[in-house]
């Protein structure tokens, strides 16, 4: 039987039990688990951690960001977003420009070295095959139904 990267993926015994069938909130959090094992294996290929391609991640997406902001919109505290740009910018995957509306902020950017990681990032997942017992439909309708969620308790 091929093993593949998803099979190897187990969660601790002590959640493995019991089921959390009907529990939304429990599931999402079983499959969240299992995701935090399984993708820093995927991702960790591209040589910069989680907290790094999630600040890449909405710099692509929402474009120039002052710090502060880029730490509200990732979840990462101030202080180690620091220590996240300072990577990013040594690898020449963002950098901080002076804010032209406030001089004493930076705006943080992605590069298109930055964006095309993302673009590998996004390939690596696409080949995953962590949600392989979805179909393409079923996946489309799962990443739509988690923007939502997102969306309504983000705003």
Request: charged letters at 25%.
């Amino acid at each position: 039987m091929k093993q593949t990267l998803a099979s190897q993926t187990k969660l601790p015994e002590r959640t493995a039990r019991p089921s959390a069938r009907g529990f939304t909130g429990l599931l999402l959090d079983r499959v969240a688990r299992l995701g935090a094992v399984h993708y820093p294996r995927v991702y960790g290929q591209l040589g910069i951690g989680k907290p790094a391609l999630v600040s890449l991640a909405v710099l692509s997406a929402e474009g120039p960001l002052r710090q502060a902001r880029l730490a509200e919109r990732t979840g990462i505290d101030r202080a180690t977003l620091v220590g996240v740009l300072n990577e990013l910018e040594a690898q020449g995957l963002a950098r901080r420009d002076p804010d032209p509306a406030d001089r004493r902020a930076h705006a943080v950017s992605a590069t298109a070295a930055g964006r095309r990681l993302l673009v590998r990032a996004a390939r690596l997942e696409a080949e995953d095959d962590f949600f392989d017992v979805l179909t393409g439909p079923e996946r489309a309708t799962l990443d739509a139904l988690l923007a939502r969620v997102i969306a309504a308790h983000e705003a």
